[in-house]
Antibody, heavy 120, light 107 residues
Framework: EVQLVESGGGLVEPGGSLRLSCVAS????????MSWVRQAPGKGLEWVSD????????YYADSVKGRFTVSSDSAKNSLYVDMKSLRAEDTAVYYC?????????????WGQGTLLIVSS | DVQMTQDPSTLSASVGDRVTITCRAS??????LNWYQQRPGKAPKLLIS???SLQTGVPPRFSGSGSGIDFTLTISGLQPEDFASYYC?????????FGQGTKVEIK
C-alpha cells in the first residue's frame, strides 16, 4: 500500500522560509515522479510542482517559481519543498502526490496534507 | 495556461439520483483529462484518468466521457459517500490546471 506523509507545516511570517517534507512508503521514489499540489482554505486545488523520477526535471507553477525549490532524496524516499519569501497567498494545505506518467499523467496517490499559514 | 471550467459549481441531489458534472477546457487537451473526488477534510482521490479509465476500487457508478475540450463525469445512482467535491484536471500542457470544483450536496 502506498502511503505519503507530509510534515513541516506551521505558522510563518510574511517573507519567511520553511521546508515541507513528504515521506513515501510502499513505493521506491526512484521509480516515480512526484508532485506538490496545494489548496488554500475553502478554495480549489492548485498544482505547484512536478519532479520526474530521479529528479532530472522539475516544473514549477509561475506563482512559486524562483521562491520554491523542490528536491528529493531517494535514500530517504522523501520529497521536499523549500519555500522562501513566503506570502499570505501561499497559505494552504500542501499535498504531495505520486505522479504517474504512463499514458495520461495523473496524481494517483495523495498524502493527507500539511497546513502552512503565512501571517504576521 | 489551459483554463478548466466546471459546471455547475454546486449541485443539490438526492441518494439514488443520476448526476452529471461538465468540464470544459479552454483549448484542445486530447485525452489528458482526470477527475478527482475530495471528501470534506480529506485529501483528493483519483477517480478517473484519461477521460474514462476508472481507477482500481472506484465503483462502476462513476463514469467519464467526452473528447477534445468537453468532458463529463456521471454518477449513476448517488450514494451517501458520494457527497463531496469533484475536480477535473488537465495534463496536456504545463502548468497542470484544475477546474474550480463542483460540490455535490444533499438535497
Amino acid at each position: 500500500e502506498v502511503q505519503l506523509v507530509e510534515s513541516g507545516g506551521g505558522l510563518v511570517e510574511p517573507g519567511g522560509s520553511l521546508r515541507l517534507s513528504c515521506v513515501a512508503s510502499g513505493i521506491n521514489m526512484r521509480n516515480f515522479g512526484m508532485s506538490w499540489v496545494r489548496q488554500a482554505p475553502g478554495k480549489g486545488l492548485e498544482w505547484v510542482s512536478d519532479i520526474t523520477n530521479g529528479g532530472e526535471t522539475i516544473y514549477y507553477a509561475d506563482s512559486v517559481k524562483g521562491r520554491f525549490t523542490v528536491s528529493s532524496d531517494s535514500a530517504k524516499n522523501s520529497l521536499y519543498v523549500d519555500m522562501k519569501s513566503l506570502r499570505a497567498e501561499d497559505t494552504a494545505v500542501y499535498y504531495c502526490a505520486t505522479l504517474a506518467l504512463s499514458e495520461v499523467a495523473r496524481f494517483d496517490h495523495w498524502g493527507q496534507g500539511t497546513l502552512l499559514i503565512v501571517s504576521s | 495556461d489551459v483554463q478548466m471550467t466546471q459546471d455547475p459549481s454546486t449541485l443539490s441531489a438526492s441518494v439514488g439520483d443520476r448526476v452529471t458534472i461538465t468540464c470544459r477546457a479552454s483549448q484542445f487537451i486530447s485525452l489528458h483529462l482526470n477527475w478527482y473526488q475530495q471528501r470534506p477534510g480529506k485529501a483528493p482521490k483519483l477517480l478517473i484518468s484519461g477521460i474514462n479509465s476508472l481507477q482500481t476500487g472506484v465503483p462502476p457508478r462513476f463514469s467519464g466521457s467526452g473528447s477534445g475540450i468537453d468532458f463529463t463525469l456521471t454518477i449513476s445512482g448517488l450514494q451517501p459517500e458520494d457527497f463531496a467535491s469533484y475536480y477535473c484536471q488537465q495534463s496536456f500542457l504545463y502548468p497542470r490546471t484544475f477546474g474550480q470544483g463542483t460540490k455535490v450536496e444533499i438535497k
